[in-house]
């Protein structure tokens, strides 16, 4: 997986949004008071503080001595330039069991290369809950990329919505019977066999580790508007 790999903030995103729709319109990048007024910020100090988020995280690069000092950067380890899209992550998933409900996170964005996720469909990322998906190189805290769709096979991993829950596993159909399988070889990680109460909700595309995937920092909120 690309070094590149980051998770944004929704904030850290919008951020980074407004100096790219500022860079489109006029061909130049902010200033740090232009910034302040489109962003609603109070300070120039909350400016920089994403500023330097964002510079840390491998997305802008700040000269020095010039005015207007933010260049857009996205690039892999050879250094070719890298087309980086976001992804949202929507869920927590049970690798463990279906104790783990699945609840709308909408402030939390992976940007990864678009080759990554040059597929037809929507794209999402959830996080992984529990160990039951170790042997599939799947680790509690891990993000996985699905993609949404119905059309699988056997044999696939898959995000499946059993109840009002989601999991994932690796889905086996046979002799009419769809069960999801654990990864695993610790011996207390079960089959579920789905019977009427279910949906598949996507196919896994790939694992990001956790390690990968820089936290989120967490700046004031009462200098958004």
Sequence with gaps: MDKFTKILTGKQKRVLDNIKLYLDAKGIPPTLDELRKNLGFKSLRTVTQYLEILERKGHIV???????????????AAGTSAT?????VVANVGCDNLSVFAQENSDEYLQVDKKIVDVAGDIVAVRAVGESMADAGIGSGDYI??????RVESGDRVAAIVGDMITVKRLIRQGGVTVLYPESKDPKYKPIVLREDFKIAGKVLCVISASLAEAPEVLPEEDWR
């Design 84 to 88: 980086l899209v976001s992804v949202p």
């Design 145 to 150: 990329l699905v993609q949404f769709t119905d």
């Design 62 to 76: 700040r000269r020095k001595n010039a005015r207007r000092n933010i260049d857009l950067r996205a690039v892999d």
